[in-house]
């Protein structure tokens, strides 16, 4: 299936303002006159697969993309959706397709845009509602990026709506507003070497004086009042507000003379454990589990590094690595030094139940300290006020979820060039101003969200938020489940 791409946006756009409305819509005709475009099976040149599932009616089986990444103002950028439906739909469904910049704001509406919805009789030339089940629709859309656009990416976002409703999106790429994230590009490389390079700054405060958390999984401690935080973790693959795994959490994070004290906060609807009490080491990181990596020298060369996970169980596999991924021993380990030992002492509270699927479940919170001494290839312990290490955050279900700082392609969750830089201080320290002018901003917050618009309907957005039942819930609610976790970078551990 090679056909060309539609010629002018312009033309098209025209085409979606004529037709006369005094002619009745005629479906057999459309489909005859569109029968290139209706395909008996997907091709094998399909492009990006997405399974975006909608209702279980139809699906979007993929989408191919040109220019595949990086996209240009002023000029033209193709797409080819390709659909499936499984039941047929009821008359009236239509296709939409929005373009929307890094801060979520709507730049294109291209609705009516391509063979398959050019306006005829006042209707798409071939709606959804005309498609047969099992057949396979190819979608090609032609447009061309405003020379206007203020952010460094854009994304391509589409669904099938009716009236005032939207069909809701069981899984695959989405956002909150049942719209099936087709591609994010990058705009004129606009801040993609930027990007690529930055990690975020968190500066900790030191703890004053005989103040510190109590260990009961809870977070409500004076001494997690102010505390640092790195706000919500973002999809580790991409940076942005997560809207596709079906977890979502924030890290506390503070310190004293003895060692560093993490609270984690967990949003998931599913708490799974999987493992024996008291198991030694166990592989985490295929279930549910939060885990920090530490990289105490602050140059991000994954020398003497270290890892620590924590599950809703409580258990805890925890190690050390002379170098990226190494040592380790494929498929089932040992993973790095297992038998060092990071002395951790957690708590861990739940909002819900673990290994129960039958019921709803809200999240978790574990609270952690780690002593210094457990950190025995850092150059200083404890860390000097003024000096930087190189930590990452994530909170993971099926080896797959979300971060404090983003991967970007640039590796696994190993990679400690993409660590965050937890700068340790106290109340007095004041940043040099050669290095506070020099330095990436002293913040956590994600990127921007680019799916910000709002629902159609009420149905279509977040439900809300029910009241915490044993501790303080997760500031975050977590998405449904959709893109399979295990879609991101492995963590292996």
């Not at 005989?210 to 505390?227: F, I, R, S």
């Not at 002379?322 to 909002?351: I, R």
């Not at 975050?476 to 991101?488: E, G, M, V």
Request: charged share 25%; with cysteine.
């Amino acid at each position: 299936m090679k056909r060309a791409l539609l010629a002018s946006t312009g033309a098209l756009l025209l085409a979606g303002c004529v037709g006369s409305s005094s002619e009745k819509h005629d479906s057999k005709q459309a489909a005859e006159r569109l029968k290139s475009m209706i395909l008996d099976e997907a091709p094998s040149d399909i492009g990006t697969h997405l399974d975006v599932n909608f209702e279980d009616k139809v699906s979007l089986l993929g989408v191919r993309v040109d220019p595949l990444r990086d996209a240009r103002t002023n000029e033209r950028v193709k797409i080819a959706l390709f659909w499936q439906v499984k039941t047929a739909l009821a008359p009236g469904y239509k296709l939409f397709t929005h373009v929307v910049d890094g801060s979520g704001e709507r730049i294109l509406n291209i609705d009516n845009v391509g063979p398959l919805r050019e306006a005829h009789s006042g209707e798409q030339a071939l709606p959804p509602s005309d498609w047969l089940p099992g057949k396979v629709y190819v979608d090609e859309q032609i447009f061309t990026l405003p020379g206007t656009i203020k952010t460094d990416k854009i994304q391509i976002l589409t669904g099938i709506w009716k009236g005032d409703e939207r069909l809701k999106i069981k899984s695959g790429p989405h956002d909150s507003t049942n719209r099936a994230i087709v591609a994010t590009l990058t705009v004129n490389g606009r801040g993609a070497a930027a990007r690529l390079s930055h990690v975020p700054t968190l500066r900790v405060d030191k703890l004053a004086p005989g103040v510190k958390p109590k260990l009961d999984g809870k977070l409500d401690d004076v001494a997690w009042q102010g505390a640092a935080g790195t706000g919500p973790l973002v999809d580790v693959r991409t940076g942005d507000p997560n809207q596709v795994f079906p977890i979502n959490g924030e890290v506390k994070l503070a310190w004293n003379d003895d060692g560093i004290f993490v609270g984690f906060s967990v949003a998931d609807t599913d708490l799974v454990g999987g493992f024996k009490k008291g198991t030694k080491d166990p592989h985490l990181w295929t279930r549910d589990t939060v885990e920090m990596m530490v990289d105490p020298d602050g140059d991000g060369d994954n020398k003497d590094y270290y890892e620590i996970q924590i599950n809703p169980q409580n258990l805890v596999f925890d190690t050390q690595y002379d170098e990226y991924n190494k040592p380790k021993t494929e498929p089932d380990g040992p993973f790095g030094h297992e038998d060092w030992s990071s002395n951790v002492q957690s708590a861990v509270t739940l909002d819900g139940t673990v290994d129960k699927s039958d019921d709803e479940d809200r999240g978790y919170t574990v609270e952690a300290f780690v002593p210094w001494k457990s950190f025995g290839k850092a150059k200083q312990l404890p860390p000097t006020i003024g000096t930087s290490w190189r930590i990452n955050f994530y909170a993971m279900k099926n080896n797959g979820g979300v971060s404090w700082s983003p991967i970007l392609g640039q590796g696994n969750f190993h990679k400690a060039s993409r660590f965050g830089r937890v700068l340790w201080a106290d109340k007095s320290y004041v940043v040099p101003a050669e290095a506070d002018s020099a330095a990436p901003p002293t913040s956590s917050s994600a990127p921007p969200a680019v799916s910000a618009a709002p629902a159609l309907s009420a149905s279509a957005a977040p439900s809300a938020k029910p009241a915490a039942v044993k501790a303080p819930p997760p500031k975050l609610a977590a998405p449904k489940p959709s893109a399979p976790a295990s879609a991101a970078a492995p963590s292996a551990p």
